[in-house]
């Protein structure tokens, strides 16, 4: 998960947790590019509007590298225009979750990617 707001970050966390995820948290860009490319994780939840490098760019400079390319990547933010989700869309993210969201909703979206991935 990454989000630069803790209270968001923290709730996420352990909600996911209780609900058998192994879970890693960061609350900037750079820090997500560097967990992403030494962890692979399975799935990123990733904030849009962050300080400094925003989730599009992260996402963006995800989608460039060979190594994290593969990892499926989830937008959210309070942003969700429709030119917000298609510039979300663009970036190669697989899904993009308005806020406010609520847990089981986004617990759902998380297992859809994951079973599309098993494939």
Do not use: W
């Amino acid at each position: 998960i990454v989000d630069d707001v803790l209270q968001n970050l923290g709730l996420l966390r352990i909600y996911l947790t209780h609900h058998g995820f192994d879970v890693r948290c960061t609350t900037n860009g750079p820090e997500a590019l560097e967990l992403a490319r030494t962890e692979l994780p399975a799935l990123i939840l990733l904030d849009v509007m962050m300080e400094g490098m925003d989730g599009l760019e992260v996402c963006r400079r995800l989608k460039q590298q060979a190594e994290t390319r593969p990892i499926p990547v989830m937008l959210v933010s309070a942003h969700a225009s429709k030119q917000d989700i298609a510039s979300g869309l663009a970036a190669g993210a697989v899904d993009y979750v308005p806020k406010p969201f609520s847990f089981v909703e986004v617990k759902n979206r998380i297992d859809n990617v994951l079973a599309g991935v098993a494939r």
